[in-house]
């Protein structure tokens, strides 16, 4: 269980397209979810986290109408990066949450990855 | 500030040696938890292991063992006799209890060579 999965894997697109990413939780349901932006030979940054009904929260230095996030759906959340560049050519990977709960106590958290999705702007 | 520092970049050995990457992180928090994960080429993260702050007791799975040290904030990872299928990128990753960001050190990349 608890498997989450991105769309596409790959994408290369022209500079100033947009590009849009998926990210769905195939086996439950997250509230919450993810996402992570992971230059070549580089760490794992957090980019926003995306709230089912609600507007995303960016990290600090992420343009919030460059890198659009919707999570229309307990399943799917969705990025877009618009008028994309080279400079935004990266490793995209979402996480879903999972809370266990005993009323409204939160008694775990846990994070699933999505195996990512390597984007090349040309 | 919380940081976590994974003071290894690159590491190679030959297969079925012992091998030990190294975590130290930082924070001011009394909870938080600390995890491993494994990255292949493939780019998908693999989880290894979480531990919990007041929680010090050391873990093996298999040929897999983590030895928390909260006096020296370190959380190191052990892979006894390496296989050339453990080459990747290892994160070690560090999250308060106030805040479910995860935040990553920069990573280990290990090769285990024939």
């Known amino acids: 269980g608890a498997v989450v999965s991105q769309h596409p894997s790959w994408v290369i697109c022209k500079s100033g397209t947009s590009v849009k990413i998926e990210c769905r939780s195939l086996?439950?349901?997250?509230?919450?979810m993810f996402w992570y932006r992971q230059f070549p030979k580089q760490s794992l940054m957090l980019m926003a986290t995306?709230?089912?009904?609600?507007?995303?929260?960016?990290e600090q230095g992420v343009e919030k109408d460059k890198f659009l996030i919707n999570h229309a759906s307990l399943t799917l959340s969705t990025l877009t990066v618009t008028s994309a560049h080279p400079e935004d050519s990266s490793f995209y990977i979402c996480s879903a949450q999972v809370l266990t709960q005993a009323g409204s106590f939160i008694l775990r958290e846990t994070q699933y990855f999505g195996p990512g999705t390597r984007l090349l702007v040309l | 500030a919380q940081k976590v520092t994974q003071a290894q970049t690159e590491i190679s050995v030959v297969e079925k040696e012992d091998v030990t990457l190294d975590c130290v992180y930082e924070t001011r928090d009394t909870t938080y938890y600390l995890f491993w994960y494994k990255q292949p080429p493939s780019g998908e993260l693999v989880f290894l292991i979480r531990?919990?702050?007041?929680?010090?007791q050391n873990e093996i799975s298999g040929r897999y063992s983590w030895n928390f040290q909260k006096s020296t904030s370190s959380f190191n990872f052990t892979i006894t006799a390496s296989q050339v299928v453990d080459s990747a990128v290892y994160f070690c990753a560090l999250r308060m209890d106030s805040s479910y960001k995860l935040i990553f050190g920069s990573g280990t990349r290990l090769l285990v060579r024939p």
């Open positions: 995306s709230n089912e009904g609600s507007k995303a929260t960016y």
């Open positions: 531990r919990n702050s007041f929680d010090e």
């Open positions: 086996d439950f349901q997250a509230t919450t």
